[in-house]
Structure formats: structure tokens, C-alpha cells
């Protein structure tokens, strides 16, 4: 910049440890020489006149350099105290509005993050969803009450209500034995306790079901899902 911008070429590169402003990133310590052709790290990039320069690194915490900020003059003994306490509240502004944008594109790549994840979460439970919902076996899904001794209604799909000629709306929160009280006498009550308690999940073979409402025969495959339900996908076989 100023009278060096016709001088340095426009992909000039300063390597860590070279030259003052090179010293300055590698030790992450203000350089400031007054003689730059006395000063052991002084380097000449171009065809530049330096008499004294004036390095101050641009750090992020008290270890991470990300830059240096250099300014240069054709003058001896150019730069005082007033000179590296300027600069280096330059430089610790410079450093606070980087840590900040970076800051925010971390905080920008993250709500985007998250925003995919939950885009996936909605697909993922739109699909999970749609093959409940249509699936020709009856699968129903119950919360352990009373210590895992009975079970109420939390979903069904919609084979359930063919299967069994009821309607979601009137199961959703009843207990499985207030809807159908053949369950036990069938066996499955006692399978539902075991796979409950166990997490072990169990076919439960063709069985008859039968009480004053409806009668069949039904297979019964149960499993316990990491919420501590249960699910019964089951097939009327009558």
C-alpha cells in the first residue's frame, strides 16, 4: 500500500520465520527496526527502499497468529512507541472482527447443519410414516402401565382397524385388555410382559383370539424399541 503499492508484486508471499514480518508470525512478537539494512531479520521482497519497518502479528488468543500487519518507510528511525501502540490496536481490532466472522460462519454452518439434520429427520419420519400407515400387517404400538403388568394403546396403523373393525381415535390411551379382553387368555399378554422386561423380542405363533365382538386367528411378532415401548406387527391368518 502507499508508495510500496507499485513496487510488491500482487501475489507476493512472506514465509513464516522470514524477513521481520516472517519473525513477527513465527514468534508472534512486534518487530520494529529503525535501520532495516542493520536488522538481522530485515529481507528485502522487491526493489523497495526500507530504512524502518514496523511488524505487529495479528494473533487470536495468546499463541494463534493469523497475519501480520507491516508498514514500512524510506525515513530512519521512522516509528515510535505512539507508532506500536497504534498498530497493535490495530491489530487487536483487526484480530476481534476475524474472530467474529469466523464466528459466524461456524455459527452459519451449523444452523445449516442442523437444518439438513432436521430436513433428514422429517423425510426419514415422513417415510417411516407412510410404510406404517399402508403396510397390509397390523402393527400396534403400546406403553407398559402398572409395571409392565398391562399395556394401553399409543398407535396403530390402519390395517389394525380393518383387521379388528375398530377406529384409532377410540384406542389411542386405553388399556389392551379394556379393548380386547381375550388378549391374556390368548397368550399374547404374557408375551408382551416377557419381550418388556427382557428387551428380547419373540413371535408369538398362530393363535385364536376370540371374545364377544370378534374372533380370528393371529400372528404376532413383538419388540421393544429404545423408548421403552412395545411394537406387535401382527397378520390375521383366519
Same mark, same amino acid.
Given at each position: /500500500?502507499?508508495? !510500496? ?6 501475489? +507476493?508471499?512472506?514465509?513464516?520465520? %522470514?524477513? $521481520? *514480518? ?78 467474529? /466472522?469466523?464466528? !459466524? ?6 444452523? +445449516?447443519?442442523?437444518?439438513?439434520? %432436521?430436513? $433428514? *429427520? ?117
Amino acid at each position: /500500500a502507499g508508495g !510500496y503499492k507499485d513496487i510488491f508484486p500482487s501475489d +507476493l508471499t512472506v514465509l513464516v520465520g %522470514e524477513g $521481520m *514480518i516472517g519473525h513477527a508470525a513465527e514468534t508472534g512478537e512486534i518487530q520494529v527496526s529503525g535501520d532495516g539494512e542493520k536488522n538481522q531479520y530485515y529481507v528485502r521482497k522487491a526493489e523497495e527502499i526500507t530504512r524502518s519497518e514496523l511488524s505487529v502479528p495479528i494473533k487470536i488468543g495468546p499463541k494463534e497468529v493469523i497475519g501480520v500487519l507491516d508498514i514500512q518507510s524510506v525515513e530512519l528511525d521512522a516509528f515510535n512507541q505512539i507508532h506500536v501502540v497504534a498498530m497493535n490496536t490495530l491489530s487487536t481490532q483487526i484480530a476481534s472482527a476475524i474472530r467474529n /466472522a469466523r464466528l !459466524y460462519e461456524k455459527a452459519q454452518k451449523e444452523i +445449516l447443519e442442523r437444518k439438513r439434520t %432436521e430436513e $433428514m *429427520i422429517r423425510n426419514s419420519e415422513m417415510r417411516f410414516r407412510e410404510l406404517f400407515s399402508n403396510m397390509s400387517s397390523g402393527v400396534a404400538i403400546y406403553e407398559a402401565v402398572d409395571n409392565g403388568n398391562d399395556f394401553i394403546f399409543k398407535d396403530i396403523n390402519h390395517a389394525v382397524e380393518r383387521i379388528e373393525k375398530v377406529k384409532k381415535k377410540d384406542l389411542i390411551g386405553k388399556r389392551v385388555r379394556e379393548v380386547f379382553p381375550g388378549i391374556e387368555q390368548m397368550g399374547l399378554l404374557d408375551v408382551f410382559r416377557e419381550v418388556w422386561r427382557s428387551g428380547k423380542p419373540k413371535l408369538h405363533p398362530v393363535s385364536e383370539y376370540r371374545d364377544d365382538r370378534i374372533w380370528g386367528w393371529r400372528s404376532n411378532y413383538v419388540y421393544k424399541i429404545p423408548s421403552g415401548e412395545i411394537v406387535a406387527v401382527y397378520d390375521d391368518v383366519t
